[in-house]
């Protein structure tokens, strides 16, 4: 698992640096102004898996988190095109409370638009619990908001997978999006512990509301968005 973590980091930082078969080319990519939020402990993603998404450039994302025994304020800022960082301050039931920073680099290979790598960092100060990790965004079935069929907008299908450290456990994760519309879709994620499910609602284009279960507990989110 150390091996094939270390080769899938490895890879997406030389598609980065420009080095390796692949160069990256900075495009739109597979993301939806709906798959901007921020997860449990701070990057871009689902519930509590990061996706290969960033916050826009020049973009606030702040968020407020909560679960069982566990309650999260995060804040994420687009400082370059494709880069986010952030942080937040776990506040927990047990265990203490911590606040962690957090980085990530989405990677679109130019010959594969609908495939996207991010590759980010977790708690790097190991307050809570320091995270490596790489995971891969793709569209199965690429919404088309702009062409109705029938009248009827085009489902969308999102893919993610990836694996990482710490809170990962060097495992394997992975989730998927089901995007009904721009206002709505249904998500749901192996977290390598639990199977989490949500539905996330954009009733205004700067806000996001996330209501589901995390494991056997209910798990409630909000992020807004906004530039300066």
């Known amino acids: 698992?150390?091996?094939?973590l270390n080769l899938g980091i490895g890879a997406a930082l030389l598609a980065v640096t420009g080095i390796g078969p692949a160069s990256a080319q900075v495009v739109q990519g597979t993301r939806e102004g709906l798959t901007v939020a921020n997860s449990l402990y701070?990057?871009?993603?689902?519930?509590?898996?990061?996706?290969?998404?960033?916050?826009?450039?020049?973009?606030?994302?702040l968020s407020a988190s909560f679960g069982r025994d566990i309650r999260v304020p995060a804040v994420n800022y687009g400082v370059l095109p494709y880069i986010e960082i952030g942080g937040g301050f776990v506040d927990?039931?047990?265990?203490?409370?911590?606040?962690?920073?957090?980085a990530k680099v989405t990677i679109i290979p130019s010959n594969f638009k609908w495939f996207e790598i991010g590759v980010g960092i977790i708690?790097?100060?190991?307050?809570?619990?320091?995270?490596?990790y790489f995971v891969?965004?793709?569209?199965?079935?690429?919404?088309?908001?702009?062409?109705?069929?029938?009248?009827?907008?085009?489902?969308?299908?999102?893919?993610?997978?990836?694996?990482g450290t710490g809170l990962?456990?060097?495992?394997?994760?992975?989730?998927?999006?089901?995007?009904?519309?721009?206002?709505?879709?249904l998500i749901g994620e192996?977290?390598?512990?639990?199977?989490?499910?949500?539905?996330r609602?954009?009733?205004?284009?700067y806000l996001r509301l996330q209501l589901g279960v995390q494991g056997k507990d209910i798990h409630f989110s909000a992020t807004t968005t906004f530039r300066l």
């Open 168 to 185: 990962f456990r060097e495992k394997f994760f992975g989730g998927a999006e089901l995007l009904f519309n721009k206002k709505l879709s």
């Open 190 to 199: 192996w977290d390598t512990k639990n199977v989490n499910a949500a539905v």
């Open 136 to 163: 891969a965004s793709a569209d199965l079935v690429p919404p088309k908001w702009d062409v109705p069929e029938r009248g009827i907008e085009s489902v969308g299908l999102k893919a993610h997978f990836g694996a």
């Open 42 to 61: 701070g990057p871009t993603g689902l519930i509590t898996i990061p996706t290969a998404y960033v916050t826009p450039h020049r973009t606030w994302a």
């Open 123 to 132: 708690d790097p100060a190991d307050a809570v619990d320091q995270t490596v």
């Open 201 to 205: 609602f954009a009733p205004a284009d």
């Open 92 to 102: 927990r039931e047990s265990g203490g409370n911590k606040a962690i920073a957090n």
């Open 1 to 4: 698992m150390k091996l094939v």
